[in-house]
Structure formats: structure tokens, C-alpha cells
């Protein structure tokens, strides 16, 4: 099992940028595909962005398409998410999350069984 520790969350304005990082231990770093999803109270967790295990094809939500980037550094076991020009709806807990090794990279939380603890990104007006 994966273990997953998000980091980078924090409290900024509008139009500002923040970066998350999630480092991860246990398994063969690169191997498995690893995402992004958030969530506010009473909904569903929501998808943000993947990265495949090849690193090829990177996938990011229409809602933050040109606005995150993700991006993984191996020799640090990190995955990172960019977020710029930021708006109150992206305020949000953000869940770092890894399927298996070798699987394929989806926009599904059920297919992953990993995830960190969460961050608190919170956007004000």
C-alpha cells in the first residue's frame, strides 16, 4: 500500500497561485498513476487531474483546464499540482490519490485505492 502526504494548502485571494505537493512512499514511485480530486461539505469528490504512470497524457478537469497544471518529480516521489488564478469556487479540501502499478490513470475516485489526508485550499473573494 501506498502511503500519500499532501502538503501546500493554505489561504489566498483571488487571482492568486498556490502549489500542492503530495509525496508518496511505500511501492515503486512511478510506477502507478497518482490524481488530484477535492471535495466541499455535502458533495461528491470531485476529479482534478491526473497523472498517468508513463507520464504521458496528462489530464486535467475542464473546470481548471489552463489554470493547474500537474506534474511529478520521481527522484522526489512528488507529485505536484499548480494552481493559478485561483477563484473561490476552487476553494476546497484536495485529495492526493494512486491506483495500483501499471494501471491506467482515471478521472474515477473509485478506482483508487490510496489516498493522503487532504489539504485545505481556501479561495476568498
Known amino acids: 500500500q501506498v502511503q500519500l502526504v499532501e502538503s501546500g494548502g493554505g489561504l489566498v485571494q483571488t487571482g492568486d497561485s498556490l502549489r500542492l505537493s503530495c509525496v508518496a512512499s511505500g511501492g515503486v514511485f512511478g510506477t502507478y498513476p497518482m490524481a488530484w480530486f477535492r471535495q466541499t461539505p455535502g458533495k461528491e469528490r470531485e476529479f482534478v487531474a491526473v497523472?498517468?504512470?508513463?507520464?504521458?497524457?496528462?489530464n486535467v478537469a475542464d473546470s481548471v483546464k489552463g489554470r493547474f497544471t500537474v506534474s511529478r518529480v520521481n527522484a522526489k516521489n512528488t507529485l505536484y499540482l499548480q494552481m493559478n488564478n485561483l477563484t473561490p469556487d476552487d476553494t476546497a479540501v484536495y485529495y492526493c490519490?494512486?491506483?495500483?502499478?501499471?494501471?491506467?490513470?482515471?478521472?474515477?475516485?473509485?478506482?483508487?485505492?490510496?489516498w493522503g489526508q487532504g489539504t485545505q485550499v481556501t479561495v476568498s473573494a
Open positions: 490519490a494512486a491506483r495500483s502499478s501499471w494501471t491506467t490513470g482515471t478521472s474515477d475516485s473509485r478506482d483508487y485505492n490510496s
Open positions: 497523472f498517468p504512470w508513463r507520464g504521458i497524457s496528462t
